[in-house]
């Protein structure tokens, strides 16, 4: 039988009316307006749409946006100041960096710069740190949306299988790290997985991913995931963005996967649409924690 499609935008469409109704709220009672600043440095033509798409959402749910898109040519120093000058103004509670950066920047000294209590991204070695102890302040965009989509479908992690394909720091370990604590953003139930990580490195990966229960994949490589490597009745999370012609496709070869397993996302209308929506609930959740500080 074909799998339920998880239909990621419709939810993230939800999730974006309520964080909506929370950023008036917030506004009424205590005069807040959230606001999150955007870095983009470069020309890259993908970041520039994903930072016009989060301008857009901000806007439509009544978030202050503020870009910064500085050329290519910027230095580490010039990057640092501005951070250290977004880190001081009391106005703006939410600060992203759109990776990746150009080669001549230190991605990993440029996101230590950025305040934990303003790393909507949950990137800062604090925020990893507070997220592994199981007491998150802020939940990366990504893997938060993984764990909202199985929670508003009603599909558990507690006790099942999980197979997590990709370790990469936001992505694939941030999922394990947050499928494996004791308790989760909802309670028990979206926690409490045996959870097993794959890599470029695991020998016979297909062995692996057909123990899963709940199969989570996020390597960038379009359609790696086939029928014969999913259990059946398998729920199937594809993170992939492939870019391929003028559309996207997923990690997991969706025609095949789909006739096997009992639920899956497509690719696009899956987890993308998600990753926006936790972002502009960080940055809603960044600008309470600023107005009751
Ligand atoms: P990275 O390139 O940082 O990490 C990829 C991971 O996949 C690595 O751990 C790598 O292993 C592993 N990997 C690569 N090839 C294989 C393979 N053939 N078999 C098993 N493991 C493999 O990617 P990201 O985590 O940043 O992104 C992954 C995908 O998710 C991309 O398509 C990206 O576009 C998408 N993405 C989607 C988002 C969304 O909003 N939906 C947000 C962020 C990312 P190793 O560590 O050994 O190199």
């Not at 301008?55 to 439509?60: D, L, R, W």
């Not at 508003?152 to 370790?167: L, Q, S, T, W, Y």
């Not at 890599?199 to 359609?223: F, N, P, Q, Y």
């Not at 993170?239 to 639920?263: H, L, P, Q, T, Y």
Request: contains cysteine; negative net charge; aromatic residues 2%.
């Amino acid at each position: 039988m074909a799998a339920t499609i998880l239909d990621g935008k419709s939810i993230a469409m939800q999730i974006r009316m309520e964080v909506a109704e929370g950023v008036l709220r917030l506004r009424e009672t205590t005069g807040v307006v959230a606001c999150l600043a955007a870095v983009l440095v470069g020309e890259d033509p993908a970041s520039q749409v994903y930072v016009r798409n989060k301008e857009i959402a901000c806007h439509k749910a009544g978030i202050e946006s503020r870009m910064f898109r500085l050329p290519a040519s910027t230095t580490m120093e010039e990057l640092l100041g501005l951070l250290d000058r977004l880190n001081q103004d009391d106005a703006i509670h939410g600060i992203l960096v759109q990776l990746p950066l150009p080669r001549h920047l230190e991605e990993r000294r440029v996101l230590d710069r950025v305040d934990s209590a303003k790393d909507v991204d949950a990137f800062s070695p604090e925020n990893v740190g507070l997220i592994s102890q199981g007491r998150p302040r802020f939940l990366p965009c990504t893997p938060h949306g993984v764990m909202q989509l199985l929670h508003r479908c009603g599909i558990d992690v507690a006790g099942k299988e999980v197979v997590v394909v990709g370790r990469s720091d936001i992505v694939g370990k941030p999922l394990v790290s947050m499928c494996l604590q004791k308790s989760g953003p909802w309670g028990d139930s979206n926690a409490n997985a045996t959870v097993t990580c794959a890599h470029s490195r695991t020998v016979d990966l297909a062995s692996v991913t057909r123990r899963a229960e709940i199969l989570m994949v996020a390597i960038g490589k379009a359609r790696a995931i086939t029928a014969e490597m999913v259990r059946p009745g398998a729920v199937v999370i594809d993170i992939g963005i492939n870019r391929e012609g003028d559309g996207i496709c997923g990690d997991v070869d969706f025609d095949s996967v789909k006739e096997i397993a009992s639920a899956i996302t497509p690719v696009p209308g899956g987890i993308g649409p998600l990753t926006i929506a936790m972002l502009l609930q960080n940055t809603l959740a960044a600008a309470e924690f600023a107005a009751s500080a």
